[in-house]
């Protein structure tokens, strides 16, 4: 070893024994038992404030955001980035500049835990170089009290840890820590409130995702998602219609509504009767070009909000639509509350009033004890429905879940040759669904360069079907037409017209 390395790890060890010694200043940890209560009739609603004191705190300094997971959390990435902007920071990329790093985690699957499990013991050296980075957990994974005991215990470049419910007091966590050079733990398990008025930093300055709703009551049984997100609650209607007709003003193409369970948005009003296929009409009429929502609970999707989806040309002809399983019995212990039969008469209606419409799914292969009939119900129903894509996951046990203590007598090799054999159908529906557009002229909301090939630019089109075609820059954030020449399994290659 030379010198060099020598007093390397010397300087490793001194931070690492400093770092173990930093007190706690809050030590608030969640529990899933709690997170499981369902007792508040009307969600609070907390309108969002930046402290003076916060105001230029984060002036010449940096933060870095690594996001996780689903569309929730990179719509509560660009809350959070919002917040560190109007504090004075700058986003960089580069986590050796990084004043601040921000992993918003997610905990669906236990792969998705052990990445970041993996990146915290990767950069924990960077805090030899930059003596006071700040290291912050949010999201999922943090509302796992086996998560932050370990973290706690284990992991003490990390200096801040809070959950789902609490991003909006982001600004005040990072100057408490700052100012008392302390770490922080700070998770509620509460069923939630709804914050406005957050600032937000969206990652582009065509596409947005609006928030309608937070949480979930559906307690499918093989899922953590209702016990780290709260309660269902619905943002008032005229919360959402104000940010839409912003975004319009602002140049907005294309938006997502978001919510765990979509179709249950409203169900939670005390004061008005109000349905999400209500505000799919209101927001229809707000002039924004493209609306797409997700993520819809087929049992919830209703015939109204079909109907409303047929009648407004600007509510985009695709839906993602996860059915899970096509077997009646796994489905039932699934906890997901719709038969084959049902959801496939739900795909009929759609296919009636918005014909050509594009569906795409979520399916789990290998729930505990699916048996080969249970997995073969699965193929012939994604057969049935004409899925244009999915995504396909082996099921993974989520400890504090129902699931999680159903006997399981499925070898893992049974359960990876099912998901080869179902992607190989889903590939098919693929191609199948792409095959339809050749030769047709698309509308394209142009995106930017393709990542694998910067020779070509890159867009969507209404059916959410991704074109490349080659055209100059000054395309980028416009709505053009491009007829399609080819169509391969996962992309279309077009031209422009
Ligand atoms: N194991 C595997 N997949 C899961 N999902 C949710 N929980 C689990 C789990 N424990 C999948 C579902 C859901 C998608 C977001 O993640 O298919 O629709
Ligand atoms: Fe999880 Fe089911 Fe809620 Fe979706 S609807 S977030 S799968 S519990």
Redesign the pocket.
Known sequence: MNTKDKENKQNIKKVKAKLTKKEFSRFVVPSLTLARKRLIKDTPVINFNLDDKLKGFGLGKFYLMKTYG?QGNLADSEKMAGILEAMGYQETQDDSVADVIIFNTCA??ENAENRVFGELGRIKNLKTIKKDLLMIICGCMSQEEKVVNMIASKYPQVDIVIGTHNIALLGEYIYEAYTKNSRIIEVFSKEGEIYEEVPMKRASSRRAWVNIMYGCDEF?T????PYTRGKERSRHPQEVIDEVKELVKEGYVDITLLGQNVNAYGKDFVDIKYSFANLLEDLSKTGIPRIRYT?SHPRDLDLETIKVMGKYPNIMPHLHL?V?SGSNTVLKRMNRKYTKEEYLEKVSWLREYVPGISLTT???VGFPNESDEDFLETLDLVEKAGFEGA?T??????EG?P?ASFPDSISDEVKKERLLQLNEKINEGFLKGNLRFENQILDVLVEGYSEKDPTMLTGYTPHEKLVNFEGTSDLIGKVVKVKIIKAYSWHLRGELV
């Open positions: 689903c669906i699957r499918c093989y899922c953590i998602v993520t996860p899970q979520d399916i789990i995504f996951f082996i099921y993974s046990k989520r879940t699931a």
